[in-house]
C-alpha cells in the first residue's frame, strides 16, 4: 500500500515536471511561430529555431524538414533543414528518391500524416527499414506534409530512436502546426526574394548591368552626408561617347549596344570596388569616386579615356573604335548633387567642343 503511494507521488511528480516542461517549451515555440513573417530573422535561422522548439516540444530525437523537388510531379525529396541527435542543426541528409520509396512518397503526397508507432512494421514506412532506420536506429515517425495552394510540397519529419511510441493526438497537432508555419515561411522567403530582385531591377541598368540614374541620386545623397560628416573629399566622371550616333548608323542599334556593354566593362575593371559606376541613360556614363581628390579624379580619367581608345569592340567580325569626352568634378558637399552633375555636363561639353576625345575639369 505505501509502496504504491510512492509510486503514484513519483508519476505526479513526473507528470508536474514534464507538465512545466511543455509550458515552457510551448511559450517558446510560439514566440518562434510569430517571427514567420519577421523578415529581419535570416531565413535558415528561423528554420533552425523551429526545429529546434519542435524537437523539444514533441521529445523526438530529430526533426527535419524536406521538399520535392517538383510538387505537381515529384520524384525527389530533398533536404533543407535538419536537427542532429543533439539538438544541433547538421549538414544536408541525403535525398529521397520516389523509385526508392514509393509508398512514403505517395502517402505524403495524399497529405495524411504518417504517425507511424513502430515504422519498421508500419506499411507507409517500412520502406526506410533496411536503408535508413534500422541502422540510425529509428524507431518512431511523425510525418506531416507541408502544402502550399492544395499541394504537399514538402514533409516535416519527427524522428524518435531506439523504442516505438504512441502518438499523442496533441503531438500530431503540434507537428502539423509546424509544417504549416513552415510552408507560410517558405512562402514570405519566396516573396521577400522577389521583392528584393525587383529592388535590385529598380536600380539596375537593363542593357549593361550598371547602376541606373535612379540609384545614383540616392547612393550621391548618402555618400555626400557621409563625406560631409568625416570631411573628405568625393569626386565625380561624367563621360560621354564620341559620336556615339555614327557607331549605331554604321553598326546598327545592336552594334552601339555592344560598345556600351564593353566600355562599361571596361569602366568596372578599370575602378575600386567602392567606386560606383552608373549609366545615366543613352551612352552618358557618371563615376563617383569617394574619398578622391580632385587631382585623382583626373588621373582616374585620364586612365579611362586612353583604354576607351585602346578598345576594339568585336561585333559580327568587324572590331568597333571609339572614344570619350570625359568631365570631371569635385562634388560641392554643400550644395545639391545636381549642381555638380551639372558643372560635370558643362565640363563635358567644353571637351567635346575641344575637338572630343579629352578631359575637362569643372570649375
Ligand atoms: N545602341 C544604342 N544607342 C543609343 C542608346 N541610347 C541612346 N542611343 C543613341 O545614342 C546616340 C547619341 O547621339 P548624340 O546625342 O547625337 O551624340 P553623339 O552622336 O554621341 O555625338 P556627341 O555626343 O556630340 O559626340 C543617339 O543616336 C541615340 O539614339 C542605347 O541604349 N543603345
Same mark, same amino acid.
Given at each position: !500500500?505505501?509502496?504504491?503511494?510512492?509510486?503514484?507521488?513519483? /508519476?505526479?511528480?513526473?507528470?508536474?515536471?514534464?507538465?512545466?516542461?511543455?509550458?515552457?517549451?510551448?511559450?517558446?515555440?510560439?514566440?518562434?511561430? @510569430?517571427?514567420?513573417?519577421?523578415?529581419?530573422?535570416?531565413? +535558415?535561422?528561423?528554420?533552425?529555431?523551429?526545429?529546434? &522548439?519542435?524537437?523539444?516540444?514533441?521529445?523526438? @530525437?530529430?526533426?527535419?524538414?524536406?521538399?520535392?523537388?517538383?510538387?505537381?510531379?515529384?520524384?525527389?525529396?530533398?533536404?533543407?533543414?535538419?536537427?542532429?541527435?543533439?539538438?544541433?542543426?547538421?549538414? #544536408? *541528409? #541525403?535525398?529521397?528518391?520516389?523509385?526508392? %520509396? #514509393?509508398? %512514403?512518397?505517395?502517402?505524403?503526397?495524399?497529405?495524411?500524416?504518417?504517425?507511424?508507432?513502430?515504422?519498421?512494421?508500419?506499411?507507409?514506412?517500412?520502406?526506410?527499414?533496411?536503408?535508413?532506420?534500422?541502422? +540510425?536506429?529509428?524507431?518512431?515517425?511523425?510525418?506531416?506534409?507541408?502544402?502550399? /495552394?492544395?499541394?504537399?510540397?514538402?514533409?516535416?519529419?519527427?524522428?524518435?530512436?531506439?523504442?516505438?511510441?504512441?502518438?499523442?493526438?496533441?503531438?500530431?497537432?503540434?507537428?502539423?502546426?509546424?509544417?504549416?508555419?513552415?510552408?507560410?515561411?517558405?512562402?514570405?522567403?519566396?516573396?521577400? +526574394? =522577389?521583392?528584393?530582385?525587383?529592388?535590385?531591377?529598380?536600380?539596375?541598368?537593363?542593357?549593361?548591368?550598371?547602376?541606373?540614374?535612379?540609384?545614383?541620386?540616392?547612393?550621391?545623397?548618402? &555618400? =555626400?552626408?557621409?563625406?560631409?560628416?568625416?570631411?573628405?573629399?568625393?569626386?565625380?566622371? !561624367?563621360?560621354?561617347?564620341?559620336?556615339?550616333?555614327?557607331?549605331?548608323?554604321?553598326?546598327?542599334?545592336?552594334?552601339?549596344?555592344?560598345?556600351?556593354?564593353?566600355?562599361?566593362?571596361?569602366?568596372? /575593371?578599370?575602378?575600386?570596388?567602392?567606386?560606383?559606376?552608373?549609366?545615366? $541613360?543613352?551612352?552618358?556614363?557618371?563615376?563617383?569616386?569617394?574619398?578622391?581628390?580632385?587631382?585623382?579624379? !583626373?588621373?582616374?580619367? +585620364?586612365?579611362?579615356? &586612353?583604354?576607351?581608345?585602346?578598345?576594339?569592340?568585336?561585333?559580327? $567580325?568587324?572590331?568597333?573604335?571609339?572614344?570619350?569626352?570625359?568631365?570631371?568634378?569635385?562634388?560641392?558637399?554643400?550644395? #545639391?548633387?545636381?549642381?555638380?552633375?551639372?558643372?560635370?555636363?558643362?565640363?563635358? %561639353?567644353?571637351?567635346?567642343?575641344?575637338?572630343?576625345?579629352?578631359?575637362?575639369?569643372? *570649375?
Amino acid at each position: !500500500m505505501k509502496k504504491l503511494a510512492v509510486d503514484s507521488k513519483e /508519476n505526479d511528480d513526473l507528470s508536474n515536471h514534464r507538465h512545466n516542461e511543455l509550458t515552457h517549451v510551448t511559450q517558446r515555440l510560439r514566440r518562434v511561430l @510569430s517571427k514567420e513573417v519577421d523578415v529581419s530573422v535570416g531565413h +535558415q535561422q528561423f528554420l533552425a529555431d523551429i526545429i529546434l &522548439e519542435g524537437k523539444a516540444l514533441l521529445d523526438v @530525437s530529430r526533426v527535419s524538414i524536406w521538399l520535392f523537388d517538383n510538387a505537381a510531379n515529384p520524384t525527389r525529396l530533398i533536404n533543407y533543414a535538419n536537427t542532429d541527435w543533439d539538438g544541433l542543426i547538421s549538414s #544536408p *541528409l #541525403p535525398e529521397l528518391q520516389v523509385t526508392d %520509396y #514509393p509508398i %512514403y512518397f505517395r502517402t505524403i503526397v495524399s497529405g495524411e500524416t504518417i504517425s507511424a508507432r513502430n515504422a519498421l512494421t508500419d506499411s507507409r514506412t517500412s520502406e526506410f527499414k533496411d536503408g535508413y532506420l534500422k541502422p +540510425q536506429q529509428i524507431a518512431a515517425l511523425l510525418d506531416t506534409a507541408i502544402f502550399q /495552394n492544395g499541394l504537399a510540397i514538402g514533409v516535416v519529419c519527427c524522428e524518435g530512436r531506439f523504442h516505438p511510441r504512441d502518438w499523442l493526438s496533441w503531438e500530431v497537432v503540434a507537428a502539423e502546426l509546424i509544417a504549416d508555419c513552415c510552408s507560410r515561411r517558405l512562402l514570405v522567403h519566396e516573396l521577400w +526574394q =522577389m521583392q528584393q530582385q525587383l529592388t535590385e531591377m529598380a536600380f539596375q541598368d537593363v542593357l549593361t548591368g550598371l547602376k541606373n540614374r535612379r540609384y545614383l541620386m540616392d547612393y550621391a545623397k548618402s &555618400e =555626400m552626408s557621409r563625406h560631409q560628416r568625416a570631411d573628405r573629399p568625393l569626386s565625380l566622371l !561624367m563621360i560621354d561617347l564620341d559620336r556615339f550616333k555614327k557607331i549605331n548608323d554604321k553598326y546598327g542599334h545592336d552594334g552601339g549596344d555592344e560598345v556600351l556593354k564593353r566600355f562599361s566593362d571596361c569602366c568596372t /575593371n578599370l575602378v575600386r570596388a567602392e567606386d560606383c559606376v552608373c549609366r545615366l $541613360g543613352g551612352e552618358e556614363f557618371i563615376i563617383l569616386l569617394p574619398e578622391t581628390e580632385v587631382a585623382s579624379a !583626373m588621373n582616374v580619367a +585620364q586612365r579611362l579615356r &586612353e583604354e576607351a581608345a585602346a578598345l576594339k569592340v568585336a561585333y559580327e $567580325g568587324q572590331e568597333i573604335s571609339f572614344t570619350v569626352s570625359i568631365g570631371v568634378a569635385e562634388v560641392n558637399l554643400n550644395m #545639391p548633387f545636381s549642381k555638380s552633375l551639372k558643372a560635370a555636363d558643362q565640363a563635358v %561639353y567644353q571637351a567635346k567642343a575641344a575637338g572630343r576625345d579629352q578631359i575637362k575639369l569643372a *570649375l
